[in-house]
């Protein structure tokens, strides 16, 4: 056997494979952008790059709560719908508030509250399941996915949006989630907050926006996140329940507590991009993160978490997320009929499970050596 691995590595140094299995999806994301930007017109701009990270925002949110429950050896079904949750309960909270005379700052800041608060509820009863009842993940959420759906489309009515925002709370709610701190106009320069009034047509075309307020707020999260997982005993605890819940319950852990406050963190994180939807399309919408669930787990997947546990990192989920939202851009303007982005997204999840294969199989290898 060790004579194998010596005639393999005589051929392929390990190190080299090792280096391209940790970072595939960097060199691939890197890969479509540059392929992307030879080959589809006005693909290569500042304004297209701010609208690929701004569309990802979305489910560059799920993933991140997303990467600590998978990390632990378990699957959130239901922050698809706890987006459109979060998104229509702060929508009909600030609603009610300003139809009953209350300041328009005043009622998106209860609306917010309120849309992150009952966002956590399907992460308790979803950690309780898993920690307490030990309900398989998988069949936990996904019965909590019907549940949330439901509780969603009861607070609409049974439409697909809530309606009756007034004129001035759409305002509001646009110069935020389409705002941005900082603008780049040519032949003008970079001005701060807004853009200055009797812009000629031509500059509000080419106009960029060099710092999206949904962007800012979601680099934030995910910063606070990536530090909390990398870089304290929370986090630190979480790679071991995922590597074994048995041993770490033998090291003192209070495993059931933690998986609990994990679910509560993925749900929460899906409550922030339930708000930013509304921000950004001044309606809540029931189904505002159904699309984006499977493309949230995909993300996760492609950044290097494994899905039995034990191992992945928030950035690996935010490169995946930037994939994802590269392709889908990608392939519109170089005018690709949109169902080829399924298939396009589900062969590189392909990928990433054979990489991760492959990965494993060299430690094995190197272990025997």
Not at 252 to 266: A, E, K, N, T
């Amino acid at each position: 056997m060790a004579t194998q691995v010596k005639n393999r590595q005589q051929f392929i140094n390990p190190r080299i494979i090792e280096f391209l299995t940790r970072t595939w999806s960097y060199l691939f994301l890197i890969g479509i952008v540059i392929f992307f930007s030879l080959t589809g017109t006005g693909f290569f701009t500042v304004r297209n790059f701010s609208s690929i990270l701004t569309t990802s925002t979305l489910i560059m949110l799920m993933a991140v709560g997303q990467t600590y429950v998978v990390i632990t050896a378990g699957i959130d079904l239901s922050i698809g719908w706890t987006v459109g949750l979060s998104s229509v309960t702060t929508a009909r909270v600030m609603r009610d508030l300003v139809e009953s005379g209350s300041d328009i700052a005043f009622a998106m800041v209860a609306g917010v509250f309120a849309g992150l608060l009952v966002a956590l509820i399907p992460g308790i009863i979803n950690g309780l399941l898993v920690a307490k009842i030990k309900v398989p993940p998988f069949i936990a959420t996904l019965g909590m996915f019907g549940i949330v759906r439901g509780a969603a489309f009861l607070l609409t009515d049974g439409q697909q949006v809530v309606g009756g925002l007034s004129p001035e709370l759409r305002e509001a709610l646009r110069s935020i989630g389409n705002g941005s701190l900082l603008y780049y106009i040519p032949g003008s320069g970079l001005e701060w907050f807004a853009l200055p009034e009797g812009l000629e047509p031509s500059q509000l075309r080419t106009a960029s926006q060099l710092l999206p307020y949904p962007v800012i707020i979601t680099a934030l999260v995910v910063a606070i996140f990536a530090f909390i997982l990398a870089r304290t005993k929370f986090g630190r605890h979480t790679y071991v329940i995922g590597g074994s819940e048995e041993a770490a319950r033998r090291s003192g852990i209070s495993v059931d507590r933690h998986l609990i406050i994990i679910y509560v963190l993925c749900a929460f994180a899906s409550g922030i991009a339930g708000v930013l939807h509304l921000f950004r399309f001044t309606a809540g919408a029931p189904q505002a993160g159904e699309a984006a669930l499977l493309s949230s787990v995909a993300a996760v997947v492609i950044g290097g978490t494994d899905l039995f546990g034990g191992e992945g990192d928030i950035m690996g989920a935010v490169v995946g997320a930037l994939i994802i939202a590269v392709l889908q851009t990608g392939l519109v303007i170089l005018n690709i009929d949109p169902i080829w982005q399924f298939i396009v997204v589900g062969v590189v999840i392909i990928i990433a499970v054979l990489v991760n294969q492959a990965k494993e199989t060299l430690e094995r290898l190197q272990a025997n050596a």
